[in-house]
């Protein structure tokens, strides 16, 4: 059975950072795309970066967090992470990580193309 935990969330002013992290366990993590999304209240959950297997080589993010936001993986952790840095409020959501995905690169961008879900980790924002 494939569990994913996210951690990190948690409140901070505008410009400030935080690090959440996706643990993968009960699968072979290296051999999954990864990915990233965000849900507020109220709006559709919505992509916010992807990262391919094995070395992570490649990696693609939404417009709104291009230069702030940075995807990684630590194959030997079964761990993804996501560095965010320069915070504005606009980024307040639950965010969650995903595992999977049915359609390789092309697809990550898809919330429904992902098989597996962690159960989310808060991030909000203050201005």
């Known amino acids: 059975q494939v569990q994913l935990a996210e951690s990190g969330g948690g409140s901070v002013q505008a410009g400030g950072s935080l690090r959440l992290s996706c643990v993968v366990s009960g699968s072979t993590f290296s051999s999954y795309f990864m990915g990233w999304f965000r849900q507020a209240p109220g709006k559709d959950r919505e992509f916010v970066a992807t990262?391919?297997?094995?070395?992570?080589?490649?990696?693609y993010y939404a417009d709104s967090v291009k230069g702030r936001f940075t995807i990684s993986r630590d194959n030997a952790k079964n761990t993804m992470s996501l560095q965010m840095n320069s915070l504005k409020p606009e980024d307040t959501a639950v965010y969650y990580c995903a595992a999977d995905v049915r359609g390789g690169w092309s697809a990550a961008r898809l919330s429904s193309n992902y098989n597996y879900w962690g159960q989310g980790t808060q991030v909000t924002v203050s201005s």
């Open positions: 990262i391919s297997s094995w070395s992570g080589a490649l990696a």
